[in-house]
């Protein structure tokens, strides 16, 4: 199993990045996808989180500004980020969690918002 998030980088305050994450070795459509972040120095948390049928949910920090899609035809999940503020900074991890909750991570990809 596989998971490669892209997509990270630096970005102003009030700007936008994509987060993507390919995932390989697993049937995508049957797992929950989840994005976490982990600031320096904090617990990682859960950022967004889409069902097997495309329900979603999010962290109330990120609310009405982030939003999370899945491409099963892709293998892909993604994480549209805008009006990013300094303390969405993070590295940012995807998640698959199968149906037996067994959790398959990604390596993390970095993300900087500057003031």
């Known amino acids: 199993v596989q998971l490669q998030a892209s997509g990270g980088g630096l970005a102003q305050t009030g700007g936008s990045l994509r987060l993507s994450c390919v995932a390989s070795g697993i049937i995508f459509s049957s797992y929950v996808m989840v994005w976490y972040r982990q600031a320096p120095g904090k617990q990682r948390d859960l950022v967004a989180l889409?069902?097997?049928?495309?329900?979603?949910n999010y962290a109330d920090a990120v609310k009405g500004r982030f939003t999370i899609s899945r491409d099963n035809a892709n293998n892909t999940v993604a994480l549209q980020m805008s009006s990013l503020k300094p303390e969405d900074t993070a590295v940012y991890y995807c998640?698959?969690?199968?149906?037996?909750?067994?959790?398959?991570w990604g390596q993390g990809t970095l993300v900087t918002v500057s003031s």
């Open positions: 998640c698959a969690r199968g149906p037996d909750f067994r959790d398959y």
């Open positions: 889409i069902s097997r049928s495309g329900g979603t």
